[in-house]
Each structure stands twice: as structure tokens, then as C-alpha cells.
């Protein structure tokens, strides 16, 4: 397998090529990574349009060549249902699978995304748990990774910035 590193701003992706298709796309920081001094034709697609999103604008992903042909039905069936769901907004695991044809899958849904091979492209980050809860983002940084996209995206408000009061 051959890996490439795009970074931009505070992300990074890694792309996991085999035999011509992506595998995967690792979500990384970019501070936790080197970038690749080479990238493909569709790395540097990717890093084009990872620019652009990180300065938070609205994106359409290239079209890659992944390897859809590993991913269950159901896994297949909640990623296209995901494509539905726009940037700055986000459903619930249980939204999902009914989107996905299969009502009461929350749990199903929550595994597809958790198995995900490529967040942003497909952006799980933008389902979460019926209580609003962030849950179950296996990225590096986790949760945390997973809000900052969500805030990127303005889907959920950054945290106020606080300034100290002045002494008086």
C-alpha cells in the first residue's frame, strides 16, 4: 500500500492508496503529521479542497477512486445517505438509518459511521447521538476532533472566546 499526507490548516488527511483505489482517508491534525512532498493527481485535488474547507467554505469533494467494493450493504446504503446531509447541519444515528432505509438502526448506523474509511469526504462527523451528545468519533483527537469540524462547519457554536476583566 502507498500513503500520501495533505495538510491544511489545523487538518490533515492521509490517503491510503492500494492497487489504484483509495482504502482509506486518515483524519489527522496536521500537527501531528508530515505532509508528503509529492502528491497524485488526486491528492492534489484533495488538498485543494481541504484548503478551502479548513477557511470554511462550502465543498465539494473531488471524485476519488475508493474502493467501495469491501463496505457491507448497510455501510454502503448509510454513506450515500450521508451525502444528504449538508454542511452546518447534522442528524442523529437513529435520522440516519431511517435515512438509510432501515428504521431502529441506530446502532447499525453508528457502526457503519465508526468504520467509515473516508470522514470528510463522507462526513460522519456530522451524526450524533439522539441526545445531542457527541459520541463515537474515531478519529485522532476524537470528540474533540469532531466538534472542531462541527464548529468549522457552524453546525454547533464556537466557544466564546473569553477576555479578562479588567481590575478596577
Given at each position: 500500500?502507498?500513503?500520501?499526507?495533505?495538510?491544511?490548516?489545523?487538518?490533515?488527511?492521509e490517503?491510503?492508496?492500494k492497487e489504484g483505489?483509495i482504502?482509506?482517508?486518515?483524519?489527522?491534525?496536521s500537527?501531528?503529521?508530515?505532509?508528503?512532498?509529492?502528491?497524485?493527481?488526486?491528492?492534489?485535488?484533495?488538498?485543494?479542497?481541504?484548503?478551502?474547507?479548513?477557511?470554511?467554505?462550502?465543498v465539494?469533494?473531488p471524485?476519488?477512486?475508493?474502493?467501495?467494493d469491501?463496505?457491507?450493504?448497510?455501510?454502503?446504503?448509510?454513506?450515500e445517505?450521508?451525502?444528504?446531509?449538508?454542511?452546518g447541519?447534522?442528524v442523529?444515528?437513529?435520522?440516519?438509518?431511517?435515512?438509510?432505509?432501515?428504521?431502529?438502526g441506530?446502532q447499525?448506523a453508528?457502526?457503519?459511521?465508526?468504520?467509515?474509511?473516508w470522514?470528510?469526504?463522507?462526513?460522519?462527523?456530522r451524526?450524533?447521538?439522539?441526545?445531542?451528545?457527541?459520541?463515537?468519533?474515531?478519529?485522532?483527537?476524537?470528540?474533540?476532533?469532531?466538534?472542531?469540524l462541527?464548529?468549522?462547519?457552524?453546525?454547533?457554536?464556537?466557544?466564546?472566546?473569553?477576555?479578562?476583566?479588567?481590575?478596577?
Open positions: 500500500m502507498n500513503h500520501e499526507t495533505i495538510c491544511a490548516g489545523e487538518l490533515a488527511l490517503i491510503v492508496w483505489k482504502e482509506a482517508l486518515r483524519l489527522h491534525w500537527k501531528d503529521v508530515n505532509a508528503s512532498a509529492k502528491h497524485s493527481e488526486h491528492g492534489a485535488a484533495l488538498q485543494q479542497t481541504l484548503q478551502d474547507y479548513v477557511k470554511g467554505k462550502r465539494q469533494w471524485e476519488l477512486p475508493l474502493n467501495m469491501r463496505l457491507p450493504p448497510f455501510s454502503r446504503r448509510a454513506l445517505a450521508l451525502q444528504n446531509v449538508p454542511h447541519k447534522y442523529t444515528y437513529g435520522q440516519l438509518a431511517d435515512m438509510a432505509g432501515s428504521p431502529g441506530a447499525a453508528g457502526r457503519a459511521m465508526a468504520n467509515n474509511p470522514p470528510l469526504v463522507y462526513p460522519c462527523h451524526v450524533i447521538a439522539g441526545t445531542g451528545a457527541m459520541t463515537g468519533f474515531s478519529a485522532p483527537g476524537g470528540v474533540e476532533m469532531k466538534q472542531f462541527l464548529q468549522l462547519e457552524g453546525a454547533v457554536p464556537r466557544p466564546a472566546k473569553t477576555c479578562p476583566l479588567p481590575l478596577g
